[in-house]
Nanobody, 119 residues
Framework: QVQLVESGGGLVQPGGSLRLSCAAS????????IKWYRQAPGKEREMVAR????????QYADSVKGRFTISKDNAKNTVYLQMDNLKPEDTSAYYC????????????WGQGTQVTVSS
């Protein structure tokens, strides 16, 4: 059974850190680009970070650049999102997405994990 399962969300004070995990089962990350999205109530979905397949390259939204770091452990089939210096505007549900680069293209989504930044 193909699954992406996010974990690591929670409540944190401004300036704090969290590390989100996205664990895949039923498939490997070969030929997949992995992305973290977030969506707050009433707001559009925003891609915050992505990590490529193969030779690793990363991209970040301007809103998180310098504060968030995406990484992956192929042996554990897990992608991480390290979030530092969190701000209240980072409060959102965070979702992991795996986008297949081959044919036919397809996407897998996790169920999401909530991050709340508040004092």
């Amino acid at each position: 059974q193909v699954q992406l399962v996010e974990s690591g969300g929670g409540l944190v004070q401004p300036g704090g850190s969290l590390r989100l995990s996205c664990a895949a089962s039923g498939f490997t990350f070969n030929n997949y680009v992995i992305k973290w999205y977030r969506q707050a109530p009433g707001k559009e979905r925003e891609m915050v970070a992505r990590i490529s397949s193969g030779i690793v390259s990363t991209q970040y939204a301007d809103s998180v650049k310098g504060r968030f770091t995406i990484s992956k452990d192929n042996a554990k089939n897990t992608v991480y999102l390290q979030m530092d210096n969190l701000k209240p505007e980072d409060t959102s549900a965070y979702y992991c997405n795996a986008h297949f680069l081959g044919y036919p293209t397809h996407d897998y989504w996790g169920q999401g994990t909530q991050v709340t930044v508040s004092s």
